[in-house]
């Protein structure tokens, strides 16, 4: 009696459950082309400020998909990189190196006109390379990260590159491969030009894809670096602009990993890096700081970072918030005898950096069905949903798909009556109807219009004989 029932239900409502399953994929396309929102995932605690005009703190995860902007500050504004370009500079070197098979340490490039040409009266800072002197590949590659040293990094492009522009067109090519889509380059020195910007939030994905060549990250996090020419010149060392890695000043911070400074009236005072304590890592880049505070104190870019860094440390741990065979919800499903619902739970455990005080139960679960039921047969571990997850009602810190908690067979019977049900509520099985009323409806008038004549006839034989 019971299975009959769930036939008679199945038969009946078959219309309408295929017009739900409809709207829902409607609303499901409408919610994934709605662009997430950018606002900071948190703000920074009363009495904490930074003077940035813009900037990005992010925890890292194993991989860029756990990435996590904790805080942001018109992190899309586009604003002039300064010497923040640099990092762009040392990942087209990188993959140029390896494209070549140049051996760095041995391969050189000299100090030309056409070098000069490219940095000549735009008051930038140099190594004062002369004309002609001649570093290895590695020297110049390793000075134009730590330093602001204009004619090492000319003459680097030039060398890799062939021309300068070569260079830069390789630069701006890797910009759009990795989706830097505020991004623009005109030069390696970072002298401002109108054409020449880029957002936190895309330097933060330079960095991220940076950190894959594992030669990225050596590259600015030396406190210092001797450079010896092959010729033309003598050995001397230049010092890290980033005064977080030297132990001798008093910005120095154990945590930075490594990080790269920048300067112009235009763009203010800039500092990406990545710091680590504790089994925790963070990318923190602010840019637009101005050079001295309100009582004529310098470094204020290294405090702005200082600041970020250790709020995070202090603040944010690592938590479960969900565990992989956890239950989530029900999803409906048919064509199966006795089971009207299968169980969902997580792919997998999610984890995520929070605040401290934040509680497991207090996240907000938004679940997502791919359809509004399901059909047998179901293999357990088929991805069904997903669940996102929401701190203060509207920000989001992840999502994690949501999978069928076991197997559900399908059962044949029930399969031919869908078959029936989809047929009968097909437009096919309406049109036949409609041509089977029609070819009736033709029949009576026909054979209206033919008992008509017959009567006709009768009614003309009768007359002949009165």
């Not at 050189?108 to 290895?136: H, P, R, S």
């Not at 840019?287 to 001295?292: F, L, Q, R």
């Not at 048919?334 to 089971?339: K, P, S, V």
């Not at 869908?418 to 029949?443: D, E, H, T, V």
Request: proline residues 4%; contains cysteine; glycine residues 6%.
């Amino acid at each position: 009696m019971q299975n009959l029932k769930k036939l008679k239900s199945i038969f009946t409502t078959a219309f309408s459950r295929s017009a739900a399953i409809i709207l829902a994929a409607s609303v499901l396309i409408n919610i994934i082309a709605i662009p997430a929102n950018a606002q900071s995932l948190y703000d920074l605690p009363a009495g904490t400020s930074i003077s940035a005009k813009a900037a990005i703190l992010v925890s890292l995860g194993a991989t860029e998909k756990e990435d996590l902007a904790l805080f942001e500050l018109n992190a899309d504004q586009k604003r002039s990189p300064a010497a923040l370009v640099r990092l762009m500079v040392g990942i087209t070197a990188i993959e140029i190196i390896r494209e070549k098979g140049i051996d760095i340490k041995n391969t050189t490039g000299k100090y030309t006109m056409d070098a000069f040409n490219t940095i000549a009266g735009q008051n930038l800072a140099t190594a004062g390379m002369t004309i002609g002197e001649e570093w290895t590949i590695k020297d110049l590659l390793s000075l134009s990260m730590i330093q602001t040293a204009a004619d090492a990094c000319a003459t680097l492009a030039v060398t890799l590159g062939g021309t300068h522009s070569g260079f830069v067109a390789k630069m701006n090519e890797i910009a759009r491969k990795i989706g830097c889509e505020n991004t623009s380059f005109t030069n390696v020195s970072g002298i401002d030009n109108p054409s020449q910007y880029t957002t936190a939030r895309d330097l933060y994905k330079i960095i991220r894809y940076g950190m894959n060549y594992p030669e990225f990250e050596p590259l600015f996090s030396p406190a210092q670096y001797t450079v010896k020419p092959v010729s033309g010149g003598k050995e001397r060392t230049y010092p890290n602009t980033n005064d977080m890695l030297r132990s001798t000043t008093p910005y120095y911070y154990s945590p930075m990993a490594f990080g790269k400074t920048g300067f112009t009236d235009s763009a203010g005072r800039c500092l990406a890096s990545v710091a680590r304590d504790s089994g925790y890592e963070y990318l923190c880049i602010v840019m637009g700081v101005p050079n001295t505070d309100e009582n004529g104190n310098t470094g204020v870019y290294f405090r702005d970072t200082r600041t970020l860094f250790k709020w995070a440390f202090n603040n944010f741990t690592y938590k479960v918030l969900l565990n992989k065979n956890q239950p989530i919800t029900q999803l409906p499903v048919r064509l199966a005898w006795n089971r009207d619902s299968v169980t969902l739970i997580p792919e997998k455990s999610f984890a995520a950096i929070v605040i401290n005080d934040l509680q497991p139960e207090t996240v907000t679960k938004k679940i997502i069905r791919l359809k509004e039921t399901a059909d047998a047969p179901i293999e357990k571990g088929q991805v069904l949903g997903k669940v996102e997850l929401y701190i203060q009602t509207d920000r989001k810190i992840g999502e994690v798909n949501l999978v069928a908690a076991e197997s559900i067979e399908r059962s044949q019977l029930l399969a031919v009556w869908a078959q029936i049900q989809s047929f009968l509520s097909s437009p096919w099985f309406y049109a036949g109807l409609g041509l089977l009323a029609l070819m009736f409806i033709g029949y009576i008038i026909l054979n209206f219009i033919h008992n008509r004549k017959l009567r006709r006839k009768r009614m003309k034989k009768l007359t002949r004989f009165r």
